[in-house]
């Protein structure tokens, strides 16, 4: 069925302003943006001059609505899909935190044959690989007893299990064999980002030369920044090409810490991520995460030995969180979860912005200065919120 959205405020790409816009929908794909389209034998569907935006992205997500991408069900798949779309996320990398080798491997091969079939909530592209590979010294959540050295051979049996989706691995660059792997990973055409790491500012900086494209939840499981030792946190800060994560629920990281962040990296850099635990979208209790058990109390979730344990956030209230951290306005903060994840992760021809050819993943909002989610457009379905 073909759509027409009339009377937006549309977030337009090339000027990341508001515009007075009609869009059509047509096959799950936008088909036009125009500032009218004639009247056909479309469903004609009236905003009222609310403010239509990309759907976001979430490159950084270990899972909601009780399930974990490592060890979630198949059958359960859609169901928490379709939780990430009601929520305004339009598009997830499932990110699949440490566990043993073997269950990585089936992991990613359960996660890739299902974003190619067909289905209804956010659209999985590919994955994210955050654990295994990363510092005993900055491993937070993440048991000890499951990480690892990278090494190539593992890489290539991961991209063959992945292939042909998107794949996005994070690790820490000071490890044996990491350097190899970046340049491996980068080659089979992956992308790489720096986690979990106490490695020099030199050091995180020269991953970024091998090809590194991102820092993983910056802040966090991080060497700090010092005045006399930058650390990765000063490489995050500095590096002009590479992207900087940020889990933005005041708790991983101070409002200050993200309003230094928004101030000192060009705004193109900066992706707005979640790092959501099973947890989200439920009550508090016991859950669990890389191996670990998380007590979940108040919407912070935390190991038994008090660590942080990825959060319970929403993208959409992380996008929120950032404008009144920072002072940002919307227009300067939809980037940040929508052109930049998708530019970051090779996805941007795909989604990101509100242009034809594109899925037609959408949220429509009502006040700009204090916007709720009033409706989602995911792969040109309506969900009502």
């Not at 659209?123 to 900055?138: A, C, D, K, N």
């Not at 007893?145 to 991961?158: K, M, Q, R, Y």
């Not at 500095?238 to 409002?255: F, N, Q, T, W």
Request: with cysteine.
């Amino acid at each position: 069925m073909k759509r027409i959205f009339i009377g937006a405020h549309v977030f337009d790409a090339d000027t990341h302003t508001f515009l007075r816009r009609d869009v059509s929908v047509q096959n799950g794909r936008i088909e036009s943006v125009a500032p009218s389209i004639p009247d056909t034998d479309a469903e004609r569907i009236d905003c009222g001059g609310m403010y239509l935006i990309p759907g976001m992205i979430d490159v950084h997500t270990h899972g909601r609505a009780g399930y974990d991408f490592t060890t979630i069900p198949r059958d359960k798949m859609e169901a928490v899909l379709l939780d990430y779309a009601a929520a305004g996320t339009t598009t997830v990398l499932p990110t699949l935190a440490s566990a043993p080798f073997e269950d990585w491997v089936s992991a990613v091969r359960k996660i890739t044959v299902f974003g190619r079939e067909t289905h209804d909530g956010a659209y999985v592209p590919g994955i994210h690989l955050e654990g295994r590979y990363l510092s005993h010294t900055r491993r937070g959540a993440h048991a000890a007893d499951l990480l690892a050295s990278p090494s190539v051979e593992e890489l290539h049996a991961l991209m063959e299990a992945a292939a042909p989706s998107t794949v996005h691995i994070s690790l820490a660059p000071e490890l044996p064999g990491s350097g190899e792997c970046i340049v491996e990973a980068v080659r089979m055409g992956a992308t790489v980002g720096i986690a979990h790491t106490d490695c020099s500012f030199e050091d995180a900086m020269d991953a970024v030369a091998r090809g590194a494209v991102s820092f993983t939840h910056t802040f966090n499981c991080m060497r700090p920044l010092h005045h006399r030792d930058p650390g990765c946190v000063g490489a995050a800060l500095l590096s002009e090409d590479a992207y900087a994560e940020i889990i933005c629920d005041g708790l991983h990281a101070h409002p200050a810490m993200t309003k230094l962040l928004w101030h000192a990296k060009s705004p193109d850099r900066i992706v707005l991520i979640t790092d959501s635990m099973e947890a989200t979208g439920c009550g508090d209790g016991q859950y669990s995460i890389a191996g670990l058990p998380v007590i979940v109390k108040d919407g912070r979730a935390v190991t038994i030995e008090g660590a942080l344990a990825g959060s319970t956030l929403t993208l959409f209230d992380g996008m929120v969180n950032f404008m009144r951290f920072t002072g940002a306005s919307l227009e300067d903060a939809i980037p940040l979860a929508t052109e930049n994840p998708a530019r970051m992760t090779g996805l941007y021809g795909t989604v990101g912005s509100i242009t034809p050819g594109k899925r037609a993943d959408m949220i429509l909002l009502d006040d700009p200065a204090d916007p709720k989610i009033r409706a989602v457009v995911c792969g040109g379905t309506i969900l009502n919120h």
